[in-house]
């Protein structure tokens, strides 16, 4: 009898709290949220005409139909999982590994062709290291301001714009430290890139 009756306790117990914190808490904490920051709650959607586009959260890729690299527009960081949310991860190449020397030096090839035809100045050593390096998650929306004032020379060259104009566009879109002292500046490349197709409209 004592032994039903614990049954019948521990089983009520798991009900009401399978109700109260599987379906009553995250309801509450959803409407919440819906409420207090709706953007925020849905992935930070960047939309245009209507339409979804990205998010101010995950890296684009800006390539041509061939793969390349879309030269009117400024490039993100390399990304371990092609910049798809559902699969993000880090590279894991030390300093040390092999693979990793093969892929920093392919990607830092990659980076000097793409831009020392517009910065004949540009050598290996002035490439910033978030140009050639992945992100922890694989899918950082930012580059370093260094990294977006090397792009902007290809940027002004391509579309016929100002290096100023360009510049100007860089610092309006660059987010400053957490809390001002946490991490380091970051220049978020979508919304940098949907502010320069405006300009060159």
Request: charged share 20%; hydrophobic share 40%; aromatic share 6%.
């Amino acid at each position: 009898m004592k032994l039903t009756k614990e049954l019948a306790t521990a089983a009520i117990a798991i009900l009401v709290l399978t109700v109260v914190l599987g379906l009553a808490y995250p309801l509450v904490m959803t409407g919440i949220a819906q409420v207090a920051f709706p953007n925020k709650a849905n992935g930070s959607q960047i939309k245009v005409d209507g339409k979804v586009i990205g998010s101010s959260l995950i890296a684009k890729a800006f390539t041509l139909k061939g793969g390349k690299p879309d030269p009117r527009y400024f490039q993100p960081r390399p990304s371990q999982t092609d910049y798809s949310a559902t699969s993000t991860a880090f590279s894991n190449r030390g300093p040390n590994s092999a693979v990793g020397r093969f892929f920093y030096r392919d990607a830092l090839a990659a980076y000097l062709d793409l831009e020392r035809k517009y910065d004949p100045g540009l050598t290996a050593a002035n490439v910033p290291v978030d140009a050639v390096t992945t992100s922890g998650s694989g899918v950082d929306p930012h580059i370093s301001k260094a990294n977006a004032r090397i792009q902007a020379h290809r940027i002004a060259a391509v579309r016929g714009l100002p290096l100023a104009t360009v510049d100007k566009l860089i610092d309006q879109h660059t987010d400053g430290r957490f809390l001002g002292v946490l991490g380091e500046p970051g220049v978020n490349v979508l919304e940098l890139n949907l502010a320069l197709d405006k300009e060159a409209r």
